[in-house]
């Protein structure tokens, strides 16, 4: 049996690893690690649905998925990135306060995710000027694109 030690390591120099968080504070990120829920996702699953409430933030640990979303004119969602191992998403609802604005669709059979929920994100985020900016300037540019894209 794997050990919650071995879980809380193992986890923790994945995280070490995500670029996002390469400035956080060591003992910032153990309380990440503490706090972590991990979901597994077959392909075709969707992980966020456009329009839906959401509380949570993402880390892909194993896996891929699609984003999609709806736009003006087209009948079937366009599909705009793919994301790997070390990737991120859900942050723009829980930064602008807003529905979620795309769909993110598992693309690979026992895709693993890392979840934070939005208080321990807000922890994570606050605490760490740099990320907060950078991250609220990412989603300001994402809200562009989804304008040039003429998201519904
Ligand atoms: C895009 N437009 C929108 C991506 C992931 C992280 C960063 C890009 Cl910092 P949410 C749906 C999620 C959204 C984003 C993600 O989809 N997303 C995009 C776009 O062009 N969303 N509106 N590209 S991948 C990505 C930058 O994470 O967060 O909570 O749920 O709205």
Redo the contacts with the bound molecule.
């Keep these: 049996m794997r050990t919650t030690q071995a879980r809380h390591e193992e986890y923790f120099s994945f995280l070490r690893s995500v670029s996002l968080l390469q400035g956080l504070p060591e003992e910032k990120l153990a309380k990440v690690v503490d706090c972590l829920e991990v979901d597994y996702f077959e392909k075709g699953e969707y992980i966020?649905r456009e329009g839906e409430e959401?509380n949570t933030f993402f880390i892909i640990a194993k896996g891929e998925v699609i984003?999609t979303?709806s736009t003006e004119g087209l009948a079937e969602p366009q599909e705009?990135?793919t994301?790997g191992v070390g990737?991120?998403?859900?942050?723009?609802?829980?930064i602008s306060e807003d529905v979620?604005?795309?769909n993110?669709i598992c693309s690979e059979n026992d895709t693993h995710c890392l979840v934070v929920d939005r208080d321990n994100f807000n922890q994570m985020v606050g605490t760490y000027e740099e990320l907060q900016s950078y991250?609220k300037e990412?989603?300001e540019e994402?809200s562009r694109?989804?304008e040039r894209r003429n998201?519904l």
């Design positions: 966020i959401g984003v979303q705009i990135k994301l990737d991120y998403f859900g942050e723009k609802a829980l979620r604005s795309a993110i991250l990412y989603v994402l694109s989804d998201a």
